[in-house]
């Protein structure tokens, strides 16, 4: 059993979906409840369809998720997707799916919510519960 160690600000994040299976919740519920209103209309109660995607960079078409690329493609877009306003683990959730849940530390949420220190990020995912299974990264 790993030793429990005491996150820090540089202590990266990401979203387990381990979590999600071990609390029997549908993570893809979640992700469509993240959708813009204009993608929601699109998707309506849709939630597993593959798309084929191009690309931009390099040209290959890929088979991905459709909700979860109308999200990053769209929705995260959105000049109010996140703001002031959004609550802030709501904020750091999308912030998780518009980049491909690559992992992030406090210090590096930060940069993508301005209005929002690093110390407050910490505390928020290091503290109480689990939210919606943002958790500390493997080998951290």
């Known amino acids: ?27 893809r519920t979640y992700l469509s409840a993240q959708l813009c209103t204009s993608c929601k209309e699109q998707y309506g109660e849709q939630t597993s369809e593959l798309i084929d995607w191009v690309d931009p960079t390099t040209a290959e078409v890929k088979r991905v998720d459709g909700l979860w690329q109308a999200l990053k493609s769209c929705c995260s877009n959105q000049p109010d997707y996140i703001n002031e306003q959004t609550p802030l683990t709501t904020a750091i959730f999308r912030i998780f799916l518009a980049n ?41």
Request: charged residues 30%; negative net charge; without cysteine.
């Open 1 to 27: 059993m790993a030793k429990w160690v005491r996150p820090t600000l540089h202590t990266k994040y990401h979203i387990d979906f381990d979590w999600w299976e071990e609390q029997n919740l549908d993570f």
């Open 100 to 140: 491909d849940n690559r992992p992030l530390s406090p210090l590096e949420l930060s940069e993508k919510l301005p209005h929002v220190h690093p110390d407050i990020i910490l505390r928020t995912l290091s503290k109480g519960p689990v939210y919606r299974g943002i958790k500390p990264a493997p080998n951290e």
